[in-house]
């Protein structure tokens, strides 16, 4: 087995996408900081196309526990954009979480990352999908520690704001984009 530095202390989490359009997978990891006071962040080793990865480039993730991460076109752009969930488990200097979105410039770069409260809660994962129906992706963060659990989802050009008890376990989704029972709609989410 080959091992690659992710340039942090502990890797959380891993997806293969290509993220430069070179049609090579890369990786992205999940980087948390721990109780020393780093931030998180977010590795990118890029792919050579032989199994083998440049070394890591770091990014901000916008908190200091990364437990997640998704690959995703969130502005509609043609390039692949990154989805953080700062869950800020295990550090005791840290109130609540955050999710991170960071813009990418189509290389294997992003643009500083944007910050979204995630309403008080410790999101532990992010997801990204068109939920409702109209060609744009949509962020989904589970955050089980709130009570009861809950999936906050954020809807393409508007944002919103998970508040305890959106989705429930067990209480699946039925409909086309009807996701307004428990939230709270902000306009203005822009990647």
């Not at 990786?27 to 890029?46: E, W």
């Not at 989705?167 to 996701?179: E, I, S, V």
């Amino acid at each position: 087995m080959v091992t690659y530095d992710s340039d942090a202390a502990l890797a959380d989490f891993v997806v293969i996408a290509d993220v430069n359009g070179d049609g090579k997978p890369d990786l992205v990891v999940a980087n948390a900081g721990r109780d020393n006071g780093a931030d998180g962040s977010v590795g990118v080793l890029l792919g050579n196309g032989d199994g083998t990865f440049r070394p890591a480039v770091t990014c901000d993730s916008g908190g200091q526990g990364p437990v997640s991460v998704a690959v995703a076109d969130v502005n509609v752009d043609g390039k692949p954009d990154l989805l953080v969930a700062n869950g800020c488990f295990g550090i005791s200097n840290c109130a609540s979480g955050t999710v991170g979105v960071l813009v990418g410039n189509g290389d294997g770069t992003f643009q500083p990352v944007v910050t979204y409260d995630d309403g008080g809660l410790l999101p532990a994962a992010v997801a990204a999908a068109d939920v409702n129906g109209d060609g744009k992706p949509d962020m989904l963060v589970a955050n089980p520690f709130s009570q009861p659990n809950s999936v906050g989802v954020r809807l393409g050009n508007e944002r919103y704001v998970p508040v305890r008890g959106v989705l429930r376990h067990g209480q699946p989704f039925r409909g086309r984009g009807h996701f307004r029972s428990g939230c709270r709609r902000e306009p203005g989410w822009q990647a």
